[in-house]
């Protein structure tokens, strides 16, 4: 399951408010019209029937769904094989730009090399204390995004490059939002409220790359509407 798909699955998790800080890194200034991204409506609902962290003896991995395991911990589980999936398709697709895109470009693949890199770290850390068997490559989607870019050059690639990385970064951050306001896991939240603070940096740098490579973006899709939570 790729973290674009896991915006339906975690919409049946159960969602409590975030801290102010980690709800604040989910409006990233405009800085370049319509390629920032809103904020989303603030979400409540029942509590979570899940809570703690599930830690396996000697920090073993271990499948999903353990004997058990809550249904919220099973769904962090998910979030962080989803996730670092992700983030191994943004490694691989920055490495790419390097080497291909234009000046503006490489600028923003190399950041996005080295911060996802980084996050994948931490959140491959949080894994190994749930004993989560993490993937060790892209999804098939992004593997076709890979080589439809090996066949591009130019402002093509530029333009292609700078297009997707900006999709996935809205869908995962609002990902990311969702499972930061539902796990009661401490160091996942920690990581979560990371990565959603790189995001929203990056946010910025690939708007201010299009503007100077004169790249038009799509803009940010119009927000679902709120929905009343019940018991």
Request: charged letters at 20%; one cysteine or more; aromatic letters at 4%.
């Amino acid at each position: 399951m790729t973290m674009r798909c896991m915006r339906i699955a975690l919409a049946g998790a159960a969602v409590v408010l975030l801290q102010p800080a980690l709800l604040a890194q989910l409006d990233p200034s405009a800085g370049a019209g319509s390629q920032g991204i809103g904020q989303p409506t603030g979400q409540a609902g029942p509590a979570s029937a899940g809570s703690g962290q599930a830690t396996q003896p000697g920090g073993a991995r271990e499948s999903l769904g353990a004997p058990g395991e809550t249904g919220q911990q099973m769904v962090d589980k998910q979030f962080l094989r989803s996730a670092v999936e992700d983030g191994l398709a943004d490694v691989k697709l920055g490495s790419l730009a390097v080497e291909k895109g234009g000046a503006e470009v490489k600028t923003v693949g190399q950041q996005m090399v080295d911060d996802h890199t980084s996050l994948n770290k931490g959140l491959g850390d949080v894994a190994d204390s749930m004993g989560v068997m993490l993937p060790r490559k892209m999804s098939k989607d992004d593997q076709a995004e890979y080589e439809k870019l090996m066949g591009l050059s130019g402002k093509d690639f530029d333009t292609e490059y700078l297009t997707y990385t900006l999709k996935m970064h809205r869908q995962n951050l609002h990902s990311f939002y969702m499972e930061g306001s539902a796990t009661t896991d401490t160091g996942l939240q920690a990581e979560i409220g990371k990565a959603m603070m790189a995001m929203h940096q990056h946010l910025t740098i690939i708007a201010k790359a299009a503007t100077a490579e004169g790249i038009t973006l799509p803009p940010r899709p119009p927000r679902p509407a709120a929905t009343t939570a019940t018991k």
